[in-house]
């Protein structure tokens, strides 16, 4: 019985040993070479663990390029230059052309509006403008409803248009109370009457320029061996040698 309890004793030492040095390994020093030195001693029924241990320290080396350091150097610049204007930063409304309307009456006008905006200054105008044009149909009309048929055409003829529209289909405009033939007369005697005279004269300057070349055409053909022609006083060609 006795021999039993002293081997469990020293199993149980062995043991508790067993786990010291354990515990003594995990702790060890570890120098700054990473080793670690312990020494452990049995003999017969005891045991000696002699562990060296030390304070455990790490050392770190950190080597830079020729030249270069570990210091570094932040600087922040800011320059602002504000050239605005400072004075009187106030503006005036946009100015805005009127809208004026003539619709829906009747009024042979038409709308006219502008404006302009300057930095300090704005203003706008509108105003209407007769519309010529609207207001002889409307008379036309008006003396036709009244039975002045003629009268109404004559209103009509003042727009040169109109005019060279009544010349060109031999229907000529009224003057002075006559028509047909009788008017055409009276417009080529005061030819400077006629709405469209500038007209006038630069078609009849055109056609005397074609009428003279016909005649002249006519003459070479006329002429045997490019004789000379004699024309009389109504623009007959007269041979010499001929009476």
């Known amino acids: 019985m006795t021999k039993n309890i002293i081997i469990a004793v020293i199993v149980t030492v062995c043991m508790l040993w067993g786990l010291s040095a354990m515990m003594n390994s995990a702790i060890a020093d570890v120098t700054g070479a990473g080793s670690t030195t312990n020494?452990?001693?049995?003999?017969?029924?005891?045991?000696?663990?002699?562990?060296?241990?030390?304070?455990?320290?790490?050392?770190?080396?950190?080597?830079?390029?020729?030249?270069?350091?570990?210091?570094?150097?932040?600087?922040?610049?800011?320059?602002?230059?504000?050239?605005?204007?400072?004075?009187?930063?106030?503006?005036?409304?946009?100015?805005?052309?009127?809208?004026?309307?003539?619709?829906?009456?009747?009024?042979?006008?038409?709308?006219v509006g502008i404006g302009i905006q300057k930095p300090l200054i704005g203003g706008s105008i509108g105003i209407t403008k007769r519309d010529m044009n609207c207001e002889r149909m409307k008379l036309s009309k008006l003396l036709f409803d009244f039975n002045m048929k003629v009268a109404a055409v004559s209103i009509l003829c003042q727009d040169s248009r109109v005019f060279q529209a009544m010349e060109h289909a031999g229907t000529p405009c009224p003057f002075q109370g006559k028509i047909g033939d009788s008017a055409r007369e009276e417009w080529k005697k005061y030819d400077k009457q006629r709405p469209d005279y500038e007209e006038y004269v630069a078609a009849l300057r055109y056609m005397e320029k074609?009428?003279?070349?016909?005649?002249?055409?006519?003459?070479?053909?006329?002429?045997?061996?490019?004789?000379?022609?004699?024309?009389?006083?109504?623009?007959?060609?007269?041979?010499?040698?001929?009476?």
Do not use: F, W
């Open 39 to 111: 020494t452990q001693s049995t003999t017969g029924s005891s045991a000696t663990n002699t562990a060296i241990t030390g304070g455990y320290h790490s050392e770190a080396t950190t080597n830079y390029q020729s030249g270069s350091s570990s210091s570094t150097t932040t600087t922040n610049s800011t320059t602002n230059n504000n050239n605005s204007y400072t004075g009187d930063t106030r503006t005036v409304p946009t100015a805005s052309a009127p809208g004026i309307s003539a619709m829906s009456q009747d009024l042979c006008t038409v709308g």
């Open 210 to 243: 074609v009428d003279n070349k016909i005649i002249k055409q006519l003459e070479a053909e006329e002429a045997p061996n490019d004789a000379q022609i004699i024309t009389d006083g109504n623009g007959n060609p007269v041979t010499l040698g001929k009476e």
